[in-house]
């Protein structure tokens, strides 16, 4: 068995992109996986900036990573088993977002990777992508 995962574009314009990513774990987790292809984003830009992100992690970590020849991390959500339920939300757009710094063999694109999963934690997570 596989955790059930979702990814639905709810945005995509010639500026911005709004994506929205769910996972209900049966334990297994998810390892590096592509959630944000920035060739298959209209206007297919070579990188793209983290804007703004809503999430509500139960029971594991989530880490976002940019695509490179070595990931270069951008963001680290959720707490522990122990923490339960976070949710929040961050606004990076009053610095200029969170940047794609990654550097040799960098693809533009989003990964994801959870740590820490068991049976029925889950994440939802909002992102607004600027390209």
Do not use: C
């Not at 990931?71 to 939300?89: D, E, Y």
């Amino acid at each position: 068995m596989a955790d059930a995962v979702s990814s639905q574009t709810i945005v995509d314009t010639d500026k911005r992109t709004v994506v929205k990513f769910t996972n209900l774990s049966d334990g297994s987790g998810e390892a590096a996986v592509k959630k944000v292809d920035v060739s298959a984003l209209g206007g297919a830009p070579s990188r793209v900036t983290i804007d703004q992100i809503w999430y509500d992690i139960g029971g594991m970590r989530v880490l976002l990573d940019f695509d490179a020849s070595t990931n270069v991390p951008a963001l680290v959500l959720g707490g522990s088993a122990a923490a339960g339920n976070v949710q929040g939300h961050l606004d990076f757009r009053s610095f200029g977002g969170i940047k794609n710094n990654a550097g040799s063999g960098v693809t533009g694109d989003i990964d994801l990777t959870t740590s820490g999963h068991t049976n029925l934690d889950h994440y939802t997570i909002i992102l607004e992508l600027r390209k």
